[in-house]
């Protein structure tokens, strides 16, 4: 635990940092930092996993949740639009389907009906 400010009698904010060192090294990183008003960050952007192949989280919920595509283990992926509406993307990258914000569904293949889904 850290000092967030200069510490007084009527000012003592503070964070926590979680260092680890890797193996083969003897350096201490920062690899989670929790703010002195509790929000949970990385050290900087766009580094660490929450959870491991085999070793996720059984339920994380959340309010919002902003900023990125939603990417599934077998490559599909649902992102944003640029125009408008979602992207549904497989595991090529390619686009097979949208939902535009009137809420149509846009699809590249067939609509095929099968009674056993």
């Not at 400010?5 to 003897?26: L, R």
């Not at 497989?90 to 009906?113: M, V």
Request: net charge negative; hydrophobic share 30%; proline share 3%.
């Amino acid at each position: 635990m850290y000092a967030s400010e200069n510490w007084t009698d009527s000012a003592q904010s503070t964070y926590v940092s979680f260092k680890t060192t890797q193996i083969g090294t003897t350096t201490q990183t920062e690899k989670m930092h929790i703010t002195d008003t509790g929000d949970v960050v990385p050290p900087t952007d766009d580094v660490g996993n929450i959870g491991l192949d085999g070793r996720r989280w059984h339920r994380v919920r959340a309010n919002i949740v902003q900023s990125g595509d939603l990417l599934f283990e077998n490559g599909y992926c649902v992102t944003e639009d640029k125009e408008s509406g979602l992207l549904f993307l497989n595991q090529k990258g390619e686009r097979i389907a949208k939902l535009d914000e009137q809420g149509n569904l846009h699809i590249k293949g067939d609509i095929i009906k099968d009674p056993t889904l």
